[in-house]
């Protein structure tokens, strides 16, 4: 009787452990110091890609009951696509909520045979994972250094078509992409659009780790960023907010400061430049003169196109 309990147990615990897979990426050949940056977004990476991977189709799930904002991010997301991705293209893939559709949809017309012989850029490890996984060839600048069309969210957007993105913790990857991109479509619901930059959503900065106390005191007292409050980011990149002790790394091994306003940045391409140019900033949120057209989804999933080929800005 007790062999045969034990031949159960054992049964149970086999069954479980086939049925639980970790299917996140293939640890690395080579690590950093333990005490890296970089070593800690790589264990955090491998703790939790089983958990990203069980969630993946949870997501999907809930985005096939579309209501509300979603809807508005799918329209717009599925609209850029439609507009500007035909054969042959090298396509930029943002990093976001919305830039998730336009990848989507990249996916099903490539599926569905629409789509043939183009080749894109992710623009960080998340949205690499999901291209993949839809089986869209993609590439690095270090293959394609020009781009034909870059689609991406942002996280606002003023009636200059200046943007402030990174709330995703994206941001150095975005910019490089996106810069070298012919167009780059911009893809937000209504929610993101404001008369001002800064108090909508908080202006990330992407910064070294060294010292990096020293260079969040030294972003705040920048005259161009006056009656900021800056906060390093801690916990999870991919979000803003406060959810871990420790600094968030990004895909580059970098932290990042989130910059508050309660007014509006008075000169935005001022405050970009003079960020540039801090020692220890590797690169800021602030997208200036690089939207090419920004198409615009409200919860009823109708849309609205602003700049080239659309509308001047309503907002």
């Not at 089986?135 to 942002?154: F, M, Q």
């Not at 960020?275 to 920004?294: A, E, I, P, S, W």
């Amino acid at each position: 009787r007790k062999m045969l309990c034990r031949v159960a147990i054992f049964a149970v615990l086999a069954a479980s452990a086939s049925a639980f897979q970790v299917t996140g990426p293939a640890l690395s050949s080579s690590f950093a110091p333990a005490s890296s940056p970089l070593a800690l977004r790589q264990s955090a990476k491998f703790a939790g890609a089983s958990s990203r991977r069980v969630f993946a189709p949870v997501f999907q799930t809930r985005m096939a009951e579309l209501t509300g904002i979603d809807k508005a991010k799918q329209a717009a997301g599925y609209k850029s696509v439609d507009d500007h991705v035909t054969s042959g293209m090298v396509v930029g893939l943002g990093t976001g909520s919305t830039a998730y559709f336009a990848v989507e949809r990249v996916g099903q017309k490539l599926k569905s045979g629409e789509l043939k012989d183009i080749i894109c850029i992710p623009t960080s490890e998340r949205t690499r994972e999901q291209a993949e996984s839809l089986d869209i060839p993609l590439c690095t600048l270090n293959e394609k250094s020009t781009l034909d069309v870059a689609i991406d969210g942002a996280d606002a957007v003023d009636p200059d078509f200046a943007l402030v993105k990174g709330g995703g913790g994206a941001l150095l990857r975005e910019k490089m992409v996106e810069v070298m991109a012919k167009k780059f479509i911009c893809i937000v619901d209504d929610t993101k659009l404001c008369k001002g930059l800064g108090p909508s959503f908080p202006l990330p900065v992407e910064i070294t780790p060294f010292c990096h106390m020293h260079t969040l005191r030294t972003i705040a007292a920048l005259p161009e960023l006056k009656g900021c409050e800056a906060r390093l980011r801690t916990g999870d990149c991919s979000n803003n907010a406060p959810d871990g002790d420790e600094p968030a790394v990004t895909d580059n091994g970098n932290y990042i400061v989130d910059l508050i306003f309660k007014e509006n940045i008075k000169d935005v391409p001022a405050a970009a430049s003079a960020l540039k140019n801090t020692v220890g900033v590797v690169d800021h949120g602030l997208f200036v003169g690089m939207t090419y057209q920004v198409i615009v989804a409200g919860g009823d999933g109708n849309t609205r196109v602003a700049g080239e080929g659309g509308e001047k800005a309503w907002w």
